[in-house]
């Protein structure tokens, strides 16, 4: 009887193992390879698989298992190839997608929440590190209390941008370009300021919130998060629910110690995406148009 290839990954039956050559060509790092008819895995195995489950995925007779995952959770393609939208039908997702700021006095059920974050354990991230953490903020007074520190940071940042002492501490705390931008926006900014003294919620736009964080030293998580905020916003439309992106939520929940404590991320994790959500109120009637497609052929 021939010996398993085992060790802390994977475990590879083979008398199940056909030699098809299937996961050498799938594995994206070619740690698997054939020796004396035997499939065998190289030494750095351990080192250098991201247990991405291509060769797992790709076994006609499934010799290969991830240890680390639980097999009840595989599912046959096939099976799912028979449930996906048209191209067109996915095209329609996308243009019915729309950022809203408005959201009726309904709390979204945790279950409705749930089952779109768990979308995102499917969603690309690099090296497969899985870098993503959720903190969902459903409770309206934390909101508020978010909403509040946004603002008085604005107001922080214009009063400093408003004078040439405060801009010279500005350029010690943003890069040059930011700095710039944002001094470029300070009368938009100072309408917003007045806005929300009339009680209008510009930061949070009075919606419960998904803030997207991940371990910092991992890297990449601003792709990450953005990977995964994307299939939140198209799970959120299928179920009725609405979206926005919180940028300046995401800017000063990595500056604001009072707002890190309020969403409970942890000292090592950076926010890379936030997110508002709820039933929108708005109804529109037509999709407005956008700029042609920008792509050189190369």
């Known amino acids: 009887m021939m010996e398993n290839i085992s060790n802390s990954l994977i475990e590879v039956d083979r008398e199940k193992c056909t030699k098809c050559e299937a996961c050498i060509g799938?594995?994206?790092?070619?740690?698997y390879y054939i020796d004396e008819e035997i499939l065998k895995i190289a030494d750095i195995f351990e080192d250098t698989c991201i247990e991405c489950g291509h060769c797992v995925?790709?076994?006609?007779?499934?010799?290969?298992?991830?240890?680390?995952?639980?097999?009840?959770?595989?599912?046959?393609?096939?099976?799912?190839?028979?449930?996906?939208?048209?191209?067109?039908?996915?095209?329609n997702l996308?243009?019915?997608?729309?950022?809203?700021?408005?959201?009726?006095?309904?709390e979204v059920p945790k279950s409705e929440i749930e089952k779109i974050l768990n979308l995102t354990r499917y969603?690309?991230?690099a090296k497969n590190t899985q870098n993503l953490y959720f903190s969902v903020v459903t409770d309206k007074k934390i909101v508020s209390q978010i909403s509040k520190e946004l603002n008085n940071q604005m107001k922080m940042f214009v009063n400093l941008a408003e004078e040439e002492r405060g801009r010279e501490i500005l350029k010690t705390q943003m890069s040059e370009k930011g700095l710039e931008q944002s001094l470029e926006m300070l009368p938009q900014?100072?309408?917003?300021?007045?806005?929300?003294?009339?009680?209008?919620?510009?930061?949070?736009?009075?919606?419960?919130?998904?803030?997207?964080?991940?371990?910092?030293?991992?890297?990449?998580?601003?792709e990450d998060t953005s990977l995964a905020a994307a299939q939140i916003m198209l799970g959120a439309e299928?179920?009725?629910?609405?979206?926005?992106?919180?940028?300046?939520l995401t800017y000063f929940s990595n500056r604001s110690k009072k707002i890190k404590k309020l969403l409970n991320i942890p000292k090592d994790?950076?926010?890379?995406?936030?997110?508002?959500?709820?039933?929108?109120?708005?109804?529109?009637?037509?999709?407005?148009?956008?700029?042609?497609?920008?792509?050189?052929?190369?």
């Not at 991830?66 to 048209?86: C, F, G, T, W």
């Open 123 to 125: 969603s690309p991230t």
């Open 57 to 91: 995925a790709i076994c006609p007779v499934q010799a290969i298992h991830l240890k680390n995952y639980d097999k009840a959770e595989m599912r046959k393609v096939k099976k799912l190839q028979q449930h996906i939208p048209s191209f067109e039908s996915f095209k």
């Open 26 to 31: 799938a594995c994206p790092a070619q740690l």
């Open 238 to 248: 299928l179920l009725g629910l609405g979206t926005c992106s919180l940028g300046y």
């Open 269 to 298: 994790h950076r926010v890379g995406y936030s997110l508002a959500i709820g039933y929108p109120v708005a109804t529109y009637q037509r999709i407005p148009p956008r700029e042609e497609l920008k792509v050189d052929w190369i």
């Open 94 to 106: 996308a243009l019915l997608r729309r950022s809203r700021r408005q959201f009726k006095d309904k």
């Open 189 to 222: 900014t100072k309408w917003i300021l007045q806005k929300v003294e009339e009680g209008v919620d510009f930061w949070c736009w009075n919606g419960q919130l998904i803030s997207i964080h991940g371990e910092a030293e991992l890297g990449g998580i601003s």
